[in-house]
């Protein structure tokens, strides 16, 4: 096997390949590794699947076409970015779940195929633990830290105590945040993807108009839960309630629950930095909530917030600076795959 470059100063360079197609978008990214542990995302190519929009909703099956038919030039082009050739990259990892079962074995089995050619390493990488590692790269981090990680088919919050150790702390019972957004845009009329159009028409729009009630009000733990929200912006919009203001109102109170019950959890723990990532960290009503705080909040950076290769290649990275051993080629798609591995305590 490789093990990696000499660059002109004499220091080891590897390169990770990062596949992700865990849903509808198809993101090839590449990340270097120095010597001394440090990482650099060189390339981020994502193709975002449109055929979905006239669905509202993702489609599997069409997600697992439409990987099938774009990895070979996604891939090409993030190579073209980072200025480097197959024969260069030192390990591949490909998300291996949760997700879509036909459209993670597309990615799967694409890099497993890759790795073998190359005789390079493989990783199988969990999608949820890309995401925090997206966010974790973009500041000098010193663990225990809280991570959030809100997307449109997951909410979860994490506490780190430890490299590669997991404590579920909160989860949502319901919808996902971004599966709220999305069904709240749909019965607003503002299109698809919902993250987005929310934004959009919520600047627009009047955030008290619509009298939202903060769920799971009382709670002694840290779920979440959005199934509420919706049904109370779907009853308010066949009272009449109109697009714009329907949309503030929502992202006000969806970006308040998330913030009230992040802040809760931090002061329970101890902690004082919070990472937060996945599509929903893009939101700018989310991120000018967590400035208010007093924690540090840390977010991807540009092209890191949605589901993407380059944050697959940066846990690939961190399994290969730990020494960690390579993932067997048997290893399988998994739709449901916790992160969480170790109990969490909170008192």
Not at 23 to 31: R, S, Y
Not at 142 to 147: G, I, N, Q, S, V
Request: some cysteine; overall charge negative.
């Amino acid at each position: 096997m490789t093990e990696g470059n000499v660059t002109a100063t004499g220091t080891r360079q590897n390169y990770i390949l990062g596949i992700d197609t865990s849903c509808d978008d198809t993101g090839v990214g590449i990340v270097s590794l120095g010597a001394d542990g440090g990482t650099q995302v060189r390339a981020n190519r994502i193709w975002s699947q449109t055929v979905h929009a006239q669905y509202g909703g993702v489609m599997p099956e069409l997600a697992s076409r439409e990987h099938v038919e774009r990895i070979d030039d996604i891939l090409q082009g993030a190579l073209a970015e980072a200025g480097l050739k197959l024969g260069d990259l030192t390990a591949v990892a490909a998300t291996s779940g949760p997700g879509l079962v036909g459209a993670l074995l597309v990615g799967l089995m694409y890099g497993k195929g890759l790795a073998q050619a190359l005789n390079v390493p493989f990783y199988a990488a969990h999608h949820l633990e890309g995401h925090i590692y997206a966010a974790a790269s973009e500041a000098e981090l010193e663990r225990p830290y809280l991570a959030l990680v809100v997307s449109g088919g997951h909410t979860h919050l994490f506490d780190v105590q430890h490299a590669g150790e997991y404590r579920l702390v909160g989860a949502t019972r319901d919808d996902a945040a971004g599966e709220a957004f999305d069904k709240v845009a749909r019965l607003a009329g503002l299109g698809y993807p919902g993250g987005p159009a929310i934004s959009e028409a919520a600047r627009r729009g009047d955030p008290t108009a619509v009298p939202f009630k903060e769920p799971l009000q009382g709670q002694k733990g840290f779920d979440f839960s959005f199934s509420g929200l919706k049904t109370a912006a779907l009853l308010a919009s066949r009272a009449g309630a109109k697009p714009d203001d329907l949309a503030a109102s929502f992202e006000r109170a969806a970006v308040s629950f998330l913030v009230k019950t992040t802040v809760r959890a931090a002061k329970a723990l101890g902690r004082t930095t919070v990472v937060v990532s996945g599509g929903v960290a893009a939101n700018q009503a989310l991120r000018a909530a967590f400035a208010a705080t007093d924690l540090r909040v840390v977010f991807p950076g540009q092209g890191l917030n949605t589901d993407n290769g380059a944050m697959i290649a940066l846990a690939g990275a961190a399994a290969v600076r730990a020494g960690r051993a390579p993932s067997a080629l048997a290893v399988g798609a998994e739709a449901y795959a916790p992160l969480a591995n170790v109990e969490a305590q909170v008192d």
